[in-house]
């Protein structure tokens, strides 16, 4: 745009007049000025657009800016020029063809209905604008021609608080208007501007520009009318899908993109030329949920949408960071990554993430773990989204806080624990559960003194899992509880059978209890019905509790347990020693018997510090007058010591492994299993054996 001097009437004009240029005739002003001018018309144009003096009237005085626009009139009627009879239907079927029309093909759409119009109007330039209410400025949507505009396009929006706006006429118009500007030495330029009304206030205008005398007829005011209406309703659908595809896309409270519009953009990604490989960041607040539970769900938004804006800032403005539901989100760079370079940026999000954020009422934070994945070009982006959230799992476990990159390792840990998740409920329920039983002995004389019942899953396709595999997994999706309860039943049944058949007569029988089981209100209930049904005494039952639940709940526990003791159950301490703060307590809760722990018990005979630790234990245990069990006993040294610290109660894999049922009644037959206890001590330490 050339440089005007706005301090005078003539620099206005001027200034003015190359506005009206830029949003009328374009580069090709010249030449349509001089196609529809008459003869003498011409030199006075060619003379015009040959120099640049100031812009005067025919008596050569300057001329204001506000003369460029007139004021509203009434459209007078037409001479001797009608509008086409068909003008109204061809444009209905224009705008029944353009159906598919949104948001993207909005302008072409609208072109090729400002092209028609000028062709049956025979006008010079027609454009439509919309008015931004919230902006207060009016914004081009589309023209026809194009004009040959610099970039940026300074047409392309306007305030209207601008100075010396050349749409300031328009902003609040409701009614059609004509407006005529001298231009060109006697040139005349005539507007016709429609708004486009909705819900009483004009949306934007439709403006038809021509140059030379014209005038408007009312006919054709009407037909720009229902144009502007068509026009109206148009922008109307194409708004509503675009909100529509905006949500369908987006998440609803941070303004992200969502999981549908993420996988989008990775299969984009992982299909593209541009080089890989293509990072995924898995991203979770740790925490949140407390912060919803203990302040509102108003603050954990609040502070889900400060990560996203802190996300937001850290990343550059072609990365991708979407949050997928509940406290997740995910990014995926634009650059190509490898694992480390990755594994770099989830640290740095990590300590972005873990400041404190502001709420209305006070402070509050959260950890954030991070799972890493890197996918080559061509992989499946659901099948990369899914390794990034394994490798956030796996950064969860300990607690969470943590940053995890995905491994094949990974991967068939959390398959088999997916795996067991969805299978377990129905294995309690369909007989793939089976007790196995360790015996328990006297040392001195290799006479059973109980068997321990411990549960094993005969999985179709896996074969038998041992507790290890899927305990967690059922504590964690609250199947322990019943889990727990088929292991009473299924053992006391077992025992009634023994007995039936006088086997067993003076053995204890053992079971694990899980710490749902022993929150459980109805708990005590069961077990006594478990016992009247199968026809057992009560003190033919021992059930087993670890230390750590002993202590989490004492009062709870001290109850639960002392309702036990009243049907004639025997309490054991089950692990002794890995816990702490127990010793204060251990004469306050109903204890029958402490198990020392396999860890202790293993490498007794070349371990001072755990001989010190069981010498404890048994010592203690003799103080409050409760038998002492040995576990895990795998080597004659290790028995020898437990006999010579005055422990004579023991189990392990030296003396029996888990047995199932059929075979440990061989044990029960004799009541005895034979030690060989005179033999020298193994040398070096056996193979450790993690499961139970």
Known sequence: MNSHDFTTAAGLAAHARDLLE????????????????????????????DQSSRITDSEGSARHFDDWYGEPITPPVAGDRTT????????????????????????????????????????????LRRIDREWKATVLVAEWPRRSAPDPDPLSVVYFDQAYSPFHAVENVSEPMITCADSYFGQQVTSAVVPLMRDGESIGVLSFVKH??????????????????????LQRRVDAETRAEYLSTHDKLTGLPNEHALLDFMGRRLRSSRPGPVAVLCVSLDGLKLINHHRGRQAGDQVLCNAAGRLEEQLEDDDMVARIGGDQFVIVPKKAMDPYTAELLACRIQQVLTGRTILDDGTTSCGVSVGVAVGVLGEDAADVLRQADLALRAAKTQDGNGVAVYTDTICMRFELEDDIALNLRSAVSDDSLVLHYQPEVDLRTGRVLAVEALVRWQHP??????????????????????????????????????HRRGLASDVVLRINTSPMQLI???????????????????????????????????????????????????????DFGTGYNTLTHLQALPVDIVKIDRSFVKYLDDNPHNRAIVESIITLARDFELAVVGEGVETTAAAHTLLTLGCHRAQGFLIARPLPAEEVETHLNTMRIRLDLDEPPMLGRPRAHRYR
């Not at 059922?474 to 006391?492: F, K, Q």
């Not at 005590?524 to 009247?532: E, I, P």
């Open 520 to 574: 459980n209100p109805n708990f005590v209930d069961r077990v006594a019905r478990a016992l009247q049904l199968h026809g057992i005494a009560g003190d033919s039952v021992c059930l087993e509790i670890t230390e750590n639940v002993a202590v989490q709940d004492l009062n709870r526990t001290d109850l639960t347990l002392r309702a036990l003791k009243s049907l004639g159950v025997q309490i054991a301490l089950d």
């Open 212 to 233: 030379g005398d014209w005038v408007w007829s009312q006919q054709e005011v009407g037909v720009l009318r229902v144009i502007a209406s068509l026009l109206v309703e």
């Open 22 to 49: 830029r949003s009328s005739l374009g580069a090709e002003g010249p030449r349509l000025l001089r196609r529809r001018a008459s003869g003498k018309q011409i030199n006075q144009i060619r003379a015009l657009l």
């Open 84 to 127: 086409s009879p068909g003008l109204l239907e061809s444009f209905l079927t224009r705008f029944e063809s353009e159906s598919a029309i949104d948001e993207t093909t909005m302008r072409d759409t609208v072109e090729r209905v400002l092209a028609d119009l000028i062709a049956h109007l025979d006008v010079d330039f027609a454009h």
């Open 461 to 498: 396709t896996r074969g038998l899992l041992l507790p290890d595999t899927f305990i967690g997994v059922a504590e964690a999706s609250n199947l322990a509880d019943e889990l727990g309860d088929w292991v009473i039943r299924a053992a006391c049944a077992q025992l009634s059978d023994w």
